[in-house]
């Protein structure tokens, strides 16, 4: 408590040296002030450039099968974080959250709603704009004993606290002879929403993938979302969790076990989304949709049964799982929305080649990525720099046919 409490106190405004520099007239007339200006905040618009909706946008029409029909109910992804965040405070107070507009605003895309209101400001705290302060913050808080939620506004922003995420958090644990855990998770939208451009439409799964001693999750579902956040918080190393601004309100069929409060999924374990015999489709976050739209159909317009793979966990990869469907359809196509370059893509065919399932290959393993340069703010542009559901049907089909 004395540690979260010194946190609180860091981040929070010296109240009783505010009230003692004017006199309650003048701290009367601020007061107002200040709620007038609250106020205009929250209730003036903002100001947004009309767009269409994009192609690849994931809508109501496209969501998947649940796993079993054992009360099944709806939940978009928003709600699963939230209620993930929320069970993990209640179960362990060690757990807390920070970052910038988190409590008061209820999070920039309001996945913390409501938190700031059970909790209170010792553990859902706002932090200043300053990313390598407030990440740097939470490492410390991990390493004395806290468990710490640290929100990016998105993970774009993240790169003023990568020294603080890789360095300090990433290596700790490991430099300390495994004596000194640092259970912080890292969480934001990642990757490319519509109309931010080339500065807020990175993929940094390969960027944190690449490093020893993080473990990093991209999830796709509701059901992903819940059991992969409660597993990240409780593990004793720092997580990078990258999720995706445009699946925050897409609905998901849960079952009664994954709303269950002792729902984990294991970090480091893929899942077969759709089984298939053709070819085997490798994918992450909201290019699962579109795998498995593709899917469907070339099943039904080809006859071609395509197993779509959802990796859920970047780093540690199950390989294994992948192998073995490779053994099974012969084929690998990967697909991801980052760049083509030393992609998520390239490191999983570069371990197929290298795996006893290279022998089983018909045909050159191929990726689908999104385009080689930073993400045009154009709206024709932005469309082709990304794969949809048609692309990746082409390519899957010219794969098998030439």
């Not at 609180?8 to 002030?33: E, N, Q």
């Not at 302060?133 to 806290?146: D, E, N, S």
């Not at 966990?313 to 390989?319: K, M, V």
Request: proline share 5%.
């Amino acid at each position: 408590m004395a540690s979260r409490a010194a946190v609180s106190k860091v981040l929070r405004p010296a109240t009783s040296s505010i009230r003692a520099l004017s006199s309650s007239s003048a701290s009367a007339s601020a007061s107002a002030s200040k709620l007038v200006g609250r106020n205009a905040l929250l209730t003036t618009p903002l100001a947004r450039v009309l767009r269409s909706e994009p192609k690849w946008l994931v809508g109501a029409e496209q969501r998947r099968l649940a796993s079993s029909d054992e009360g099944v109910t709806q939940m978009t992804v928003r709600e699963a974080l939230n209620s993930a965040m929320e069970e993990e405070m209640n179960r362990d107070e060690t757990v807390f959250i920070m970052g910038e507009e988190v409590a008061r605003y209820n999070g920039a895309y309001k996945i913390t709603k409501g938190l700031l209101d059970k909790f209170g400001e010792d553990r859902v705290i706002d932090t200043p704009i300053t990313e390598s302060g407030f990440a740097g913050m939470a490492v410390g808080a991990a390493l004395a004993g806290l468990r710490p939620v640290c929100e990016f506004m998105t993970w774009n922003f993240a790169m003023q606290a990568i020294d603080q995420i890789v360095n300090s958090g990433g290596k700790t644990y490991y430099m300390s002879g495994g004596n000194v855990p640092c259970p912080v998770t890292f969480r934001g939208p990642n990757g490319a929403a519509a109309g931010v451009a080339a500065q807020h439409s990175q993929d940094y799964c390969a960027w944190y993938g690449s490093v020893p001693g993080l473990k990093v999750i991209s999830p796709w579902s509701a059901a992903d979302c819940r059991g992969l956040l409660k597993a990240a918080i409780r593990d004793p190393n720092p997580v990078c969790f990258l999720e995706n601004e445009l699946l925050y309100g897409v609905s998901f069929p849960v079952t009664k076990e994954e709303l269950s409060e002792d729902f984990l999924l294991p970090i480091g374990k893929a899942k077969v989304e759709k089984e298939g015999s053709d070819v085997t489709i490798v994918t992450h976050s909201k290019m699962v949709t579109h795998s498995l739209e593709a899917a469907e159909l070339l099943e039904k317009n080809e006859g071609i049964k395509v197993e779509v793979i959802n990796l859920r966990s970047i780093r540690p990869l199950d390989i294994d799982t992948i192998i073995k469907s490779v053994k099974k359809t012969n084929h690998l196509v990967t697909v991801e929305g980052g760049f083509p370059a030393f992609g998520v893509g390239s490191e999983i065919i570069a371990q197929i080649c290298e795996s006893p399932a290279f022998d089983y290959l018909d045909a050159p393993p191929e990726r689908i990525t999104g385009a080689d340069v930073p993400t045009p703010y154009s709206e024709s542009l932005e469309h082709m720099a990304f794969p949809d559901t048609d692309i990746i049907a082409k390519v899957l089909k010219r794969h098998l046919c030439e």
